[in-house]
């Protein structure tokens, strides 16, 4: 396990509630499409990996597809077990997954190479438990951030915020990937995924303005570990940062219209 996958283990530790409150919805967005893109169907044996509070799983129970679903984190396996009751779940982290070689039709991931500190070792795994021909779907967000994707991030630089050593700064050089659609393309390949396809999705997004805020003041993903680590004064610069950058992107009811864009690529074995 790398330095990174330890950060992130200890970021969405106890998170699961505080994230099915706040991002989950956005997050949300992909996932008939992810489907749609693995070929998920009725009686498909799909894998679904990092599956969260349960969201693509039960979409996927929801076409009659046969399912397992996985997670290194227990809250976000109890919110699953509610969400999709249907699926078989256990406990993985990548890239280690406790499957036979080929054991599946399809595997997805949904915002779940974001996470991990070794992305082409987790998609090689992906590709071996899936079976000759069969399919992998992932979703990942874009670089450089679309606008409402980019807003806490702005504004936890302006309030001053200081990035606190437990945290690292990012995967390794070594490791990463540009997240375009050349850099996830070229990722597929060398994880040796055939006849890949990788496309830019983009969408608005609805949230109230404190709704937003919920994630980061919740501890949810890096920004909120981020914004947790800093004295009082700095998370109050922070939220006054944010309240003024929000209102850019407020509709007239009030409500947060956040523009995000993520690639969402598949391959075959």
Request: hydrophobic letters at 45%; proline letters at 7%; glycine letters at 12%.
């Amino acid at each position: 396990m790398t330095v990174f996958d330890e950060s992130e283990r200890l970021i969405w530790a106890g998170r699961g509630d505080a994230y099915a409150a706040s991002f989950a919805k956005l997050c949300a967005y992909p996932v008939g499409r992810l489907l749609d893109a693995a070929g998920v169907g009725e009686g498909t044996r799909v894998l679904d990996v990092g599956t969260g509070p349960g969201t693509v799983a039960a979409a996927a129970v929801a076409r009659g597809a046969r399912v397992t679903a996985v997670d290194p984190e227990p809250s976000m396996l109890a919110l699953a077990a509610r969400t999709a009751p249907e699926a078989g779940l256990r406990t993985a982290l990548l890239p280690e997954l406790p499957f036979e070689s080929g054991e599946f039709d399809a595997v997805v991931a949904n915002f779940v190479l974001n996470h991990v500190g070794r992305p082409r070792a987790a998609l090689e795994e992906l590709r071996r438990v899936v079976r000759a021909g069969g399919c992998v779907a992932v979703t990942v967000w874009a670089r450089p951030p679309a606008p409402g994707q980019a807003l806490l991030g702005r504004a936890i630089a302006a309030g001053g915020a200081v990035r606190p050593p437990h945290l690292p700064a990012g995967l390794d050089p070594d490791e990463d990937f540009p997240r375009d659609e050349a850099g996830l393309g070229a990722l597929f390949a060398a994880a040796g995924l055939a006849d890949g396809a990788c496309g830019t999705l983009r969408w608005d997004h609805r949230a109230g303005r404190e709704e937003w805020w919920s994630a980061p003041a919740g501890g949810v993903a890096f920004s909120g570990r981020l914004v947790r680590a800093q004295t009082p004064e700095v998370r109050a610069a922070i939220k006054r940062c944010f309240d003024r950058f929000s209102v850019e992107f407020a509709d007239p009811d009030g409500k947060l219209r956040l523009p995000h864009a993520a690639l969402l690529a598949h391959g075959r074995r």
